[in-house]
């Protein structure tokens, strides 16, 4: 049994440059299975470079694909 699910979704760290392409979530059925980064509503990677972690959360509600600006992105 899984305890997250890894995100489809790659991108360049917004500190130091890194690619990050190892996000997950706790929103699906946490299966250790690869789903869409639309399928969720929260998802998050750690840089391990700059030490920074890169969150998404779904501003609107929906269970279909929606474009990347539909997340809000936080970093701590």
Known sequence: MGMFDYVNYEMDCPTCGEKLDSFQSKDGRCVLETIEYWEVDNFYDYCDT?????????IRTAK?????????????
């Open 50 to 58: 700059c030490k920074v972690m890169v969150e998404f959360n779904r």
């Open 64 to 76: 279909e694909p929606v474009p990347i600006t539909d997340y809000k992105m936080s970093t701590r």
